[in-house]
């Protein structure tokens, strides 16, 4: 039976849980507080990276977290401020950065990650979209001993979870990549890591979904939910009242002030991140992680795109000029040949990556309201998961068997 259904939230999980609900025959209708064409899902690495397995939470992140807190240039800044919702986040991202977390979370992660990616595969060839999507893998550089020690472990813990991960040594290196020179001790490769032009996508993504009929209004900012029974009836924006029957709640790191609404109290935080883009041809033929500086490379169609940090500091779009020189600067230290311009420092951009305290998503309904799905909370691996994201949401709002065992992304978990 066809369902109204009314997506909050046009990034890259709205646009994913569009397609595979309307493909399902269901009217589908997505509003965005923005114009649509910036932000975290344009920003991004553009990785598909199985290789991330590992959660934001892990042990000792909290602890160079509150290392790093009053170096505004850390790959890692947690700004402290008064606010009862971060006091609570922080206690419960506190709370999670164990070895028991990380051990149960491995597979969920893996198997989301793994799930996107052949349903990238899958969305390319059915729709016959060109956007630019590559399959190189992703090298780990590292600069010192400590730091490539602890990459080797992580290749093969991925190993043992099935992933084609190893260390390489500076030959094999630059055989990958031989047109830049390397400042690096080593690197691990994850052979099964691929990478895409963001803005390349989610162009062809929205053409396609409004030539099927999916409404969008943009620029519109969801400022009421009614809720009648358990069940939202209604959202009200300045503009005008829409109803459904089904609604959709992918608003990102905004995604929390509309659960208040509900009485259901989303533990989230904006995690900043920053990009900055060379059209200068660099060489660099495969995209990197440089290990100490938490900065990401990709070779793009017709740039290359360095991005990079993680700062939680509430929800803004200020530009840090101290993290985007952070940034260069590490391009510089792994790449000597390469320096960014100034004016490709002063364009660059950020978007905000919503943080749930133990790294997982939000996906599935939630005990507050019988009509609501939640799909919200990815932190870095937004890009990485949207597909399967898209997927799993259709198939909860289908009441269909899911993909993949759902438990660890329950919108109520406890922390």
Request: hydrophobic residues 40%.
């Amino acid at each position: 039976m066809s369902k109204k259904v009314i997506i909050i939230g046009g990034g890259i999980i709205g646009l994913c849980s569009a397609y595979y609900l309307q493909k399902e025959g269901h009217q589908v209708t997505i509003i965005d507080q923005s114009n649509m064409d910036a932000g975290a899902s344009y920003v991004n690495a553009g990785y598909l990276s199985p290789s991330h397995i590992v959660p934001l939470s892990a042990p000792g992140v909290m602890k160079k977290g509150l290392k790093w807190m009053f170096n505004p240039a850390s790959p890692l800044y947690i700004k402290p401020r008064l606010d009862a919702d971060f006091i609570k986040w922080t206690m419960a991202f506190n709370k999670s950065c164990n070895a028991n977390h990380v051990k149960r979370a491995i597979p969920a992660i893996k198997d989301l990650s793994l799930m996107s990616q052949d349903l990238y595969d899958d969305i390319k060839r059915d729709e016959n979209f060109t956007f630019h999507y590559e399959k190189k893998g992703l090298l780990m550089l590292c600069q010192t001993d400590k730091l490539l020690e602890e990459e080797i472990e992580t290749a093969n813990l991925a190993n043992r979870e099935g992933l084609e991960a190893r260390e390489i040594n500076l030959e094999e290196l630059k055989i990958l990549e031989p047109y830049v020179k390397l400042n690096v001790k080593g690197a691990t490769y994850y052979k099964g890591d691929s990478h895409t032009t963001p803005h390349e996508f989610m162009t062809e993504m929205k053409a396609h979904l409004k030539s099927k009929g999916v409404q969008f209004f943009s620029n519109e900012k969801v400022e009421d939910l009614e809720v009648k029974n358990g069940m939202i009836t209604s959202i009200k924006t300045k503009h005008q009242t829409l109803k459904a029957d089904e609604f959709v709640l992918a608003a990102g790191s905004w995604s929390h002030m509309l659960s208040k609404k509900l009485g259901l109290k989303l533990l989230l935080q904006a995690g900043k991140g920053y990009r900055i883009n060379s059209a200068t041809a660099t060489g660099i033929q495969v995209p990197a992680i440089l290990c100490e500086a938490k900065a990401a490379v990709t070779p793009m169609n017709g740039f290359t795109r360095f991005a990079g940090t993680m700062e939680i500091a509430g929800i803004n779009h200020n530009i840090n000029k101290v993290r985007v020189e952070a940034i260069a600067n590490a391009v510089t230290r792994y790449y000597p040949e390469i320096k960014l311009s100034e004016d490709e420092k002063n364009d660059a951009a950020c978007g905000l990556r919503p943080v749930t305290p133990d790294g997982l998503p939000y996906i599935g309904k939630s005990s507050k309201c019988k009509n609501l799905t939640i799909a919200a909370g990815h932190a870095m691996m937004g890009w990485s998961m949207g597909t399967g994201t898209g997927k799993l949401v259709s198939e909860i709002i289908l009441d269909k068997k899911t993909s993949m065992e759902m438990n660890m992304f329950d919108p109520d978990r406890k922390f």
